[in-house]
Structures are given as C-alpha cells and as structure tokens.
C-alpha cells in the first residue's frame, strides 16, 4: 500500500462488457487492482461480479473493452494464460476432483514434473506458513467443506500469485475460520499480493478490505473507502435503495406437527454424510432453522424428512402425529407437507417445461387431475395465481422455468408450495442467490406463514438469515444436530461455535409423539 | 491449439422450429450421402432415387406393403417413445416382438385344425391379447430387474433380445415344427380363423376392387386407434406428465414424489405390450406363420421411428412411413440394381445418426468465431471497442 | 481329467481375448466420461477391415493396423456428435452399432464366403506350454492374445500411476472442474473415445483373423454388448474387466464344450447361456449399488458443453 500511485496499477479494466443470451452480465465496468491492497467487488446476486472476475481468470471472454497488466495491454484467453501471469483464483464452487487426494490435486493444477512426494513437502510447508494446516495425502471427499477451501487456497499459494481472486470465500465458512482467513489474507497483502474479494457481506468488507468497487445490475456505480464508508451507506449503493427490512410478527405457537426422533441415516452416496440420533420437534407456528455449513448432512436430513428418500424405522419420523419415516414423499406430501429444495433448475423446477407444467409437478392435488387426465384449464389457473400473487417477472404461464431469473423461479416454487396450504413448509437455503429484494419477500412470507399457523424449517448457510427469519435455531454438524435454542437467547458467536462441531450432545427426549400437546416451545 | 472457426451458444430456450426442422435436414443429408454412394457404386444416382424411393410406392400395391410395414413400426415406436421421454431405453423392443408372436402362434397351433374348419370368432382377438401379453412379460422381466434391482435396462433388454431369438429357433427348430416342413423351420401356417383378413376382401367403399391382390390387413386398424391413444396419453395424461418429468429432470420426479419403480414398470410394459402387439400381427398376418427368418428388425428400426419422430405419436406415423419406404426402397434396389440389402441399415444408421448431429441446433446456434483480441487495444491509452 | 478340460481352457481363453480387448477400450472412454454403446458396430467395422486388410495381402500387421484406423476412426464419428453436437450419448452410440452393422454388411458382402489367407496362429511359449494345468491353454495363445494381455497390464498402470491417466480420470469425474483447471477436456474425450474405437476395432480383428477366419455379416453375435456388461461388471476397473472376460469365456466355451461331446441341451438354449449369464453378472452386481456409485466416473453419459 505504499508506492501505488507511482507506478500503474497491477491489473486495469476498460470498459469491460460481457453479455450473455438474456441478459447483458458486465456493462463498461472499470477496475484498477493495486500490489498490496485487498480490493473488494461489491454487489449483490446478479450484480455481475462473478462474471467479472471470470474474465480476469480468462474462463470468460469480454464482448469488448480492454484489460491491462503491470501496464501492457493484455489478453487473457484461457485461465492457463491468467495463471501464467501471476492470477489465482478461488472459486465459490471448488474446482476439486472428490476422488483423488490433495496433493494429486495439486499436481493437475501446476506444471512441472509429476513428483507427489516433493509436492507434499511443498504443500505441508506452504500451509504451515500461512497458517493452512492440511494433510496432502487425505481424499478430498473426507474433507470438509472448510478443509477443502483451505487446498483451493494452498493450491493457488504454491504458483505463488501476484493477484488472488476470493469469491465469496466466507460463505462455507464458520465465523471463527472467516477470522483466521482474514489473517491469512492479511498476510498475503502484506507481502506484495494483490486481493481481489468478491462478496455482498458488507461487514466483512469493511473490516478486511482497503477499497471498494461496488457493482449494480452489472453496472459500476461506485469506488469508495468501505473502512470509513457507513454501513448503510454501503448497502443503498449496492442495492439501489434503503435496505429492506422483514417484520417479525407474534406468533402462536400450537401443536407439534414435525417430529424426529434418533434418526440415524447412513450416507447418501459414496461421499455422503451420515446422520446420527437426530432429534428435533416443530411446532405450528413456529420457525425453526437448522444452520450449518453444507455438506454437514443437509441433503440427507432434506431426503429423510421430506420422503424423497425414506427411512428404514417408520417411528423416526412423525408427522401430524403419524409414524411417516417409510412413506413416500407422495404420501408425506398429501399429509400436508411442502418442500423448497435449495437446487431451484432440475429439482424444484423442471428446466425446459412451462410454468404451468411446473405447477402441476406438485400442486396436482388441487383438483388438476381427473380421470387420469391433466385439467389444463385449472392448472393454467393456478399458474397464473402463483405469477400474480408473488409477483413473479416471467412471460407468462407457458414461460419456460429456465427462462426465469433465481429470484423470480424461487418466488414462483415458493408461491407453488404456498398455495397449497402446508401444515409443515420445510425450506432450503431460501435465498441462494436470489437478489435482495426478492430475499426480502421471501423471509417475510416464511415469518406471515408461521403467524398463520403453519410449521415451518428453514434450512440455511446463510446465518443472518436464520437469525432474522427464526424464533429458534439449531446447527447441523457432521451428521448430528445440536441442541435448539431460541433466537434471542443465542447469539453468532454460540452459534459458530457450534457450526464447527463444538457443541453439547443434544438432550435426546423420547416423548411419545402427541398432536394434542400444545405445550409452548422451551 | 487449433480452434474451429465456429462455435456453439446455448440459448436461451430450446428452438422450436429446430425441433421440427432438425429430423428434416438429417433426412436432406441421409439423401444427399445416399445419392453420392449410388454414384460411387456406379448408378445414376437419380434413377436409383427413383428405385429406392419413388418406384416401390408407384401402384396400390406398393402403397399397401408400405402400410403393411409401416403399421408395425408406428406400434412398436409408439411404445418405445412413452419410456424414451423417461429416460428407459427399452432397446429390446425386437425380442418382445419375438415373444408377441410366440405367444399368438401359440394359441393359433393349439386351435390348428387341419381341415382348416375352425371358424372360433374368438380366435384372432386372443392371439391379439396375448401377443400383447408376451411381449408385455418379456419387458417385464426388463422392468422387475430395473426397478427392483436396479440394473441396467439397456443391457438387460438386449440381452433378452438374444435370448428371444434363440427361443424362436428352439421352438421351430423343434417342438412347433410344421410336420411336413421337411425340417425346415417353420411352423403350420395358421388357419384362417388365425390370420387378420386382407384388406381386399372388404366390399364395402369399393376396398375390394382396389386393394384386390394386396397383403394389407385389418391389423392396421390397430395402429390407427394406437396413435391418438398414445397421443391422449404422452400429451394428456397425467401418468404420462410423471414420464416426461422422470425423462427431463430425475431429481425434479423424486422432489414432486413420483414413484420411479411404477413410472419405470409403466414405461416398459407398455413399450413391451405394443412390440408384442405387433409381433402377433406379424404371425397372423405377412408371415402367417413362425419362422425363425423374422428378418427386418423392426424392433431396432422403431428406436430411429421413435427418434426421428420426436417421441411424438403424429411424428412417429410420419416417421414410420419414411422407414417402411426405406425397407422397400432396399428390396426394390435389390432387385433392379443388385444393391445389397443392408443398404437399407445403413441409411437408417445415418438417418440417426445425422438426426443426432443436426439436434444440436435446438439448443445452440451456431456462430462464428470472434477473432482473439487484436494485440494493439491497451487500457493504458484510448480503448476501441471491439464489436461481435 | 484335467487333460480333457484343457480345451474347455482354451476356448475360454479364446473367447475372452476378444471381450477383454473391447471392454477394455470402452472402460477407458467411460473413465473419461464417454458412454459408447457403439462397441458391436465398430468391432464389426474392425473386423471387416482387418479381413480385407489381410485378403489384399496386407498380412497380419496390415490387419492389426487396419482395424485399428478403422475402428478409431468410425469412432470419431461418435466422438464429433456427442462431444462437439452435444447429442445424447445412449442414442449416439445405438445409432453407431446400427451404422456399423448396415455399413460392415453392405462393404464386406464381397468378402462373404472365403477364407482368410493368412491368420493368427498359436505361439506356445517353450516349457511354459507344457506346464500342467494352465500352461497348455495360458501359454500357447495367439500374439493378439499375449498382446491383450500385456495391454490389460499397460492400461492398469496407464489410469493409476501415470499423471496422462490421473487427468483421464479427472475429466471423468468431473469435465467442468477440468476445465476450470485449463485441463484439456475436449481433447481427452476425442482421444479416449479413439482408443475405445480401435480396441473395438481389434477385438473385430481377432474374431476375423484369428478365431473365425472369415468375414460374415454380424459375426460378432453381440458379444460388443456382453463387453459393455463387463466393464459395468469391473465396476471400471481394468484387472477385473480381465476376469470377468475369462468368466464370460468360460461360458461360452462351456456352452461349445457340452456340444462337443454331446450332452443332450438343446443347442439354442447353450448358445442363449452368454447372454443370460450376462444378465445375471449384471443382476449380481447391482445389487452392490454402493462399489457402483463409488466406481463409475461421475460425469458419465453426460453431455458437456465446453463454452466459448
């Protein structure tokens, strides 16, 4: 941070513009990225930073505008061409192979002679410098999430690079490992390293990064200093308004409408995780979120409880009263339950077919069939409720569900599952990669819905998201599920602490499962 | 490394006009490369189109084979095309077809009279049935295995294709021979009571005195009521909504809660159902008999009528008839040119193989290739910005 | 005792080269994440080029090169539809089995009838061959068959130890990681996609010239399907592709030996035993779903659009 106005910057864009099919991602934008400083890309999802930074790592090729390096123009064809100037990146999704250990990994990655026992010296020594303990022999699909952070971080150290690209590096990680990633990165900077940190965490930017570029709907809009800029501040630029705020209402808590009594599951597929004596109780009116860093046996409570993939013992699983462990996610669904999976594109929503079809795939019980037949008129009814009463941007019924934005295909799956008055809603990551707005909404229309008496689960990586969205939380780690505390009587710092596994053995109650107990929640 | 001068873009949604414009280009280009192998081998590549193509469906007769074989082919595609669009490649529609005719020679010999006097009403439509039957549980045992087990059903319903076709041999070969066959392999020819009626023997709408001397039967009638049926269901049902959505999206059928193992024994018992629907009127129509030179592959053939015709029943009519043509368009080469038979094939393998190229065009256009940055645009100075 | 089941060995062994040679070709597409069901045509391609090869006075090496090509280059046809077109790779490779039967016939009906000039014969290894109990059948092979062998060996090494195989694997797992890793992905699958067409093309090359000595339509009776079985059987592995192959040559051989000395089967039920053993293997191993779901390359059958 000493000499950067002297010489020109390390990295310079001009101009970039990048657009894709619908949309234009990247619109002029310009960026100077110094040695030294850790530059923050702000913007929230869709704002086009990934884009950006994919251009920068040469995935992406820029419709026009100009970059330079060091000062000379440059082009950057493929991302062999980025490392081989000195540019790293970490990707949000890792780009690890599962099946194969850590220093083989490696080994892939860089050139050179295909010697694993001098690259796991290499790998232990690195690590240990930056404070990155690893072990180069583990596969990579023993590793968790963080743990496999740590290798994409490692493996961009050991091409020793002059600009390393975060992105969203904190989302998978608990808030005391996001303290030691900070040090680390500050060590980085310190030695002459160019950052690039891409995130919408606008309290994170602000302790770690020295300035700010901030994108809107792939527009520059601002550069400004995020350690004196006001946080408010910060957020109007980056969402273009006052940040919306969700209302919490008060709600009644009735009766227990969802119960999981030591359900133990093994692993979903060859690397999946396994859950052990899970036990939770929900009741109607009551939001309940399960935090966690993904991977930490999600998909596999998600598959058990929804039915998706049935338990052995029936008695693990109540709902509304009834043994439903081995019953089919048909039969779990006409009892009243609904379900927002986290993959909205091939899950939620089948990519190539209409809104109305999509309706159909699971609101087929509101009087769509008969005789065998599909009742297009009443699906197409139903379609065009979902799109009005959620505000839903598309072209209409027949709209193809890939066609629509995030934002817009969870609104409409959320409305879908909505409208077909649940008694228990479970909902995964709600607001992945939905913009902040429609994240608003949807919070709010999970808190309107426990007031109007349904039990909902929310399933998030998103901390801040359960905090403002739930009356209680737990955490999920490793396959077991901590105790469940009420909101206000945990803060972020428990809660991290938890999310790494630290937590007291959950007291197991073996209560028969009763509906008429309206007991209120502890 | 070298780059092409083209690249693919995805778009945005799929192209609806390439969905119908694709199977035509591939029948262009099968056409193309067809005519310029006819000219390698030394033909008047445009007298051979017109054998191949033109001359086997020039009189009433020739019209009546192509139904003959086209009627088949449609059944068999239809049934195909409902486990397609789930992703269940039934593959072994030819040994179900097999079993369809073994089941429906089997109640035409134990019926068999030799004086030929049976005159059983009933005959016919039990050999339908059970030709339905048989192929239905020979897919079955494709369906219990995959649904069940989980085993690959591509392998195991060729497998069983085989299987089939050595059970056909083993049948005529011994306990159903004809008598007086010489030991040939062939079984009795069925009794009247056991073969559909022709088509000419109709005297209603004149169909006598036009079809006279044709082989068409009523078995086509069967077809006829297939197609909007299969259409009623693919389009329609709701059974055939679960399919589509089990074909485009598996996770999308499990999250909605549709059960995989019925939608999986749906698919392949009613793509068995019509293969051994079409094997019955195989036995109780052309062949009039079993025999073990059950020669054209139909069961093969309906996999490209189900591609070709976009899994859709009305595409799959239009596709069945292309096929049939092609059949007789090999024989009539045969004959007028000395082409080989297998001719035939490989304008089918092209046919589908072209149709998967052109595919390509649904969900991609095709662009040229910007130039890589020209060297001299720095950031440093004035920027020129570079338009596609 | 033993003496009279050395035959039995034999054919065995003869019958397994071939399936070992195709399942071998396709294990190596499939780990890099290219299902090609188009063994059966482009092993018929094979064999009629290496029998024309040979018939021209090409000899043996001119047939062994020749099916090579030929089934890498009918291949490729495959490779440019699935891999550049991005065509569905179950239908794709259907549509080349349908292809290669049509176009094997319709090329090799000339062919039909003769004998080949020149074949593979048996080379018995001094000593070895006259060891007791497998020396007779293990020893005394062709050099197709001592060549598949050493192949079984070189390929084992290839996926595991070597960093070309390690990248193969990679793109198999997952093409999109590859790629973000600047690793070749396009250029892996054309090639693995090749070699699984010229190991095709010489278990083609090894029916024509070695076992048969002829050309014939279809001769290859679908045992490119059985092949596809048993690299599903291996689950991906090279050295159990090797004994599944001697598992499904024994059944054939088995089959061939009840006839030779006249048990009372019917002959159509002995010929049906390769394919309904097949199915059994693959019933078996499916009930492990399990060594399949941590042994199949991950991105398997999938299409994948390179981008830009």
Redesign the interface.
């Known amino acids: 941070m000493s000499d950067q106005h002297s010489s020109?910057p390390l990295l310079?864009?001009?101009?970039v513009r990048k657009s894709f099919?619908?949309i234009v991602a990247v619109d002029g934008v310009d960026l100077d990225v110094r040695t030294g400083e850790i530059h923050a890309v702000l913007g929230e999802n869709g704002a086009g930073k990934s884009t950006l930074m994919k251009m920068i790592y040469g995935?992406?090729?820029p419709?026009?505008?100009?970059?330079?390096w060091n000062?000379?123009?440059v082009?950057i064809?493929?991302?062999?061409e980025a490392?081989a100037l000195g540019i790293a990146m970490v990707?949000q999704h890792?780009?690890?192979?599962?099946?194969?250990n850590v220093v083989?990994n490696m080994?892939?990655?860089l050139p050179g002679r295909?010697d694993l026992k001098a690259l796991a010296l290499r790998i232990s020594e690195v690590s240990e410098r930056y404070g990155l303990s690893l072990n180069p022999w583990r596969a990579v699909h023993e590793l968790s999430v963080g743990e496999r952070q740590r290798v994409e971080i490692v493996r961009c150290l050991l091409q020793s690079p002059r600009l390393l690209i975060m992105d969203e590096p904190t989302s998978v990680l608990t808030p005391q490992a996001v303290d030691q990633l900070f040090d680390t990165l500050r060590l980085l900077a310190a030695e002459g390293t160019a950052i690039v940190y891409i995130s919408h965490k606008l309290d994170e930017i602000r302790r770690l990064c020295h300035r700010a570029t901030v994108l809107r709907g792939g527009r520059l809009i601002a550069e400004v200093d995020p350690r004196v800029e006001p946080e408010r501040r910060l957020a109007e630029l980056m969402i273009g308004r006052d940040f919306p705020e969700t209302r919490r209402r008060e709600t009644e808590v009735g009766e227990l409408a969802l119960e999981v009594m030591s359900l133990s599951v093994p692993g979903d597929?060859?690397f999946g995780t396994a859950l052990k004596g899970i036990n939770l109780r929900l009741r109607t009116g009551e939001v309940l979120g399960i935090a966690g860093i993904s991977g930490n046996g999600q998909a596999e409570l998600l598959a058990a409880l929804?039915?998706?993939q049935p338990v052995e013992e029936a008695q693990s699983i109540w709902l509304n009263g009834l043994p439903v462990g081995q019953m089919?996610?048909?039969?779990?669904?006409a009892m009243g339950l609904a379900?927002v999976?986290e993959?909205r594109l091939?899950?939620?929503?089948?990519?190539?077919?209409s809104l109305m079809?999509n309706g159909?795939?699971?609101a087929?019980r509101q009087g769509m069939?008969r005789h065998?037949?599909?009742d297009?008129g009443a699906a197409s009814a139903f379609a065009a409720a979902c799109i009005k009463d959620f505000d839903v941007r598309c072209g209409g019924i027949s709209a193809?569900a890939?066609?629509l934005s995030g934002g817009n295909l969870q609104k409409y799956i959320v409305g879908r599952e909505l409208r077909q008055s649940p008694r228990v809603m479970i909902v995964a990551q709600p607001t992945w990669g939905v913009d902040v707005a429609a994240s608003a909404l949807i919070r709010q229309q999970l808190i309107d819905l426990a007031a109007h008496g349904v039990a909902v689960l929310v399933i998030s990586e998103d901390l801040g998201e359960i905090l403002e969205t739930c009356n209680q939380v737990a955490v999920i780690a490793g396959g077991k599920l901590s105790p469940v505390r009420d909101v206000s009587d945990t803060n972020a710092q428990e809660i991290g602490t938890w999310m790494a596994g630290l937590f007291p053995d959950a007291t197991a109650t073996g209560h028969a499962p009763d509906a008429s107990t309206g007991a209120s929640p502890a | 490394m070298m780059r092409s001068p083209l690249r693919l873009v995805p778009r945005a949604a799929p192209s609806q006009s390439m969905l119908v414009l694709a199977p035509l280009l591939a029948v262009a280009l099968t056409l193309l490369v067809g005519l310029i192998i006819f000219a390698a081998l030394g033909h008047n590549p445009l007298v051979a189109f017109r054998v191949f193509f033109i001359d086997p469906v020039s009189d009433i007769n020739g019209i009546s084979e192509l139904l003959l074989k086209a009627s088949p082919l449609c059944l068999i595609a239809l049934g195909l095309a409902i486990g397609f669009r789930a992703n269940i490649w039934n593959i072994g529609a030819e040994g179900q077809m097999y079993l369809g005719g073994i089941f429906a020679t089997g109640l035409a010999i134990w019926f068999h009279r030799e004086d030929n006097a049976g005159g059983l009403w009933w005959l016919l439509p039990a050999m339908i049935v059970a030709g339905a039957l048989g192929g239905a549980a020979w897919a079955g045992i494709t369906a219990f295995l995959r649904a069940h087990l989980r085993t690959n059903e591509i392998l195991v319903s060729l497998m069983l294709t085989y299987v089939a076709d050595m059970l056909v041999k083993y049948l005529v070969y011994g306990p159903w021979q004809d008598p007086q066959s010489n030991n040939f392999p062939f079984t009795v020819s069925f009794n009247d009571d056991a073969l559909f009626p022709v088509l000419a023997i109709w005297e209603g709408l004149g169909l006598d005195s036009l079809m006279e001397g044709t082989r068409l039967n009523l078995s086509i009638l069967l077809t006829i009521i297939a197609v909007p049926l299969a259409w009623l269901f693919m389009n329609r049902s709701f059974l055939g909504f679960q399919l589509a959505v089990a074909g485009q999206a598996p996770a999308a059928a499990r999250y909605a809660g549709f059960s995989e193992k019925k939608l999986v024994w749906v698919a392949l018992l009613i793509s068995g159902a019509a293969a051994g629907l079409a094997g019955a009127t195989e036995v109780a129509g052309p062949m009039g008999q079993l025999n073990d030179r059950w020669t054209p592959g139909y069961g093969f053939t309906a996999i490209i009528v189900a591609s070709l015709g976009r899994l859709h029943a009305f595409g799959i009519v239009l596709a069945a008839l292309l096929m049939a043509l092609l059949y007789l368009g090999g024989e009539s080469a045969q004959i007028a040119l000395q082409l080989p038979k297998a001719m035939s094939l490989v304008f089918q393998g092209m046919l589908l193989m072209f149709l998967l190229g052109c595919d390509v065009l649904v969900n991609y256009r095709v662009e040229r290739r910007r130039p890589l940055h020209a060297a001299a645009d720095p950031a440093t100075t004035a920027p020129t910005a570079e338009a596609a | 005792m033993i003496e009279s089941l050395n035959p039995l060995l034999a054919s065995a062994l003869a019958a397994a080269i071939p399936l070992m040679l195709a399942a071998l070709g396709e294990l190596v597409a499939e780990r890099a994440g290219v299902l090609n069901l188009g063994l059966e045509g482009m092993m018929l391609v094979g064999a009629l080029a290496a029998f024309v090869a040979v018939t021209h006075g090409g000899g043996l090496p001119g047939a062994v090169i020749a099916a090579l090509l030929a089934g890498a280059l009918f291949a490729l046809i495959f490779g440019f539809v699935t891999l550049t077109l991005q065509a569905n790779q179950v239908a794709a490779g259907l549509s080349l089995t349908i292809l290669g039967t049509g176009l094997s016939a319709f090329l090799g009906r000339q062919y039909v009838g003769y004998r080949a000039p020149d074949s593979f014969a048996e080379l018995p290894i001094p000593y070895l061959s006259e060891l007791p109990l497998l020396g007779p059948s293990l020893f005394s092979m062709s050099a197709l068959g001592y060549a598949t062998l050493a192949l079984l060996g070189i390929i084992s090494w290839f996926l595991y130890r070597s960093r070309a195989g390690l990248i193969l694997r990679c793109v198999g797992e997952s093409p999109s990681v590859a790629r973000s890793l600047g690793l070749p992905v396009m250029a892996v699958r054309y090639g693995a996609v090749a070699f699984g067409g010229a190991m095709a093309g010489l278990a083609g090359c090894y029916y024509a010239v070695a076992q048969f000595k002829m050309w014939q339509e279809g001769l290859t009776s679908g045992n490119g399907w059985i092949a596809l079985a048993l690299v599903v059987f291996a689950t991906w592995r090279p050295a159990r592709v090797g004994l599944g192959a001697l598992l499904f040559g024994g059944v054939s051989a088995l089959g061939l030996y009840l006839q030779a000395i006249n048990v009372h089967v019917s002959v159509f039920a002995l010929s049906s035993l390769p394919y309904l053993a097949t199915i059994i293997v693959l019933v078996a191993i499916s009930s492990d779903q399990n060594a399949i779901r941590r042994n199949a390359p991950a991105s398997l059958g999938k299409p994948f659009h390179a981008g830009g």
Do not use: C, N, W
Request: aromatic share 8%.
């Open positions: 020109p310079r864009l001009y101009k099919p619908s995935a992406l090729r419709d026009s505008g100009s970059m330079a000062g000379a123009p082009s064809g493929s991302p062999g490392r990707f890792f780009s690890l192979f599962e099946s194969i083989e080994a892939l990655a295909f597929g060859p929804t039915g998706e089919s996610a048909a039969s779990r669904r379900f999976p993959e091939g899950r939620g929503a089948v990519p190539p077919m079809e159909l795939l699971t087929h069939v065998g037949l599909v297009t193809p890939q066609s």
